[in-house]
């Protein structure tokens, strides 16, 4: 895993992974670099660290970030953006980022991690729910 910077995610092998999520499906929307680097810049208040999986070739198969923010003087964490390539999906790729982002909020002191997504994500929404599942098994 690669941590990425704002410019990083304006980068062609993001741009590749944004389009190739985006026409992979009709009801995702189309992503932007420029849009995932501003959300990146994060601003006043929150913090956003983004990383990468990348193939031994270059192409990057997925990226995940975590947000950082005080609300009501609260630290508050949560995962705003995982994609993954279709091409690397139920490889391990979206886990391996999950656990790389739960480990840098754990170190930042986080209690807990949330997520959203849209429920007509099905693929998405299974995911988080079978993670969730498994991590609460594992205690």
């Known amino acids: 895993m690669v941590e990425l910077s704002a410019a990083d995610l304006e980068a062609d092998g ?21 849009g995932l680097a501003a959300d990146a ?20 198969q997925g990226l995940i970030s975590l947000a950082e923010a005080a609300v009501s003087g609260k630290q508050r964490f949560s995962i705003p953006w995982l994609v993954v390539d279709p091409r690397h999906r139920r490889r391990g790729v979206g886990r391996a980022l999950v656990r790389v982002a739960l480990a840098a909020a754990a170190e930042a002191g986080a209690a807990d991690v949330s997520v959203e997504t849209l429920s007509t994500w099905t693929a998405a929404a299974a995911f988080w729910a079978q993670l969730a599942r498994r991590t609460a098994a594992e205690g």
């Open 14 to 34: 993001v741009a590749r992974l944004l389009a190739s999520v985006s026409a992979y499906a009709d009801d995702f929307p189309r992503f932007s670099v420029k």
């Open 41 to 60: 810049r994060g601003r006043s208040g929150r913090l956003v660290r983004v990383w990468s999986a990348v193939c031994t070739d270059g192409a990057v």
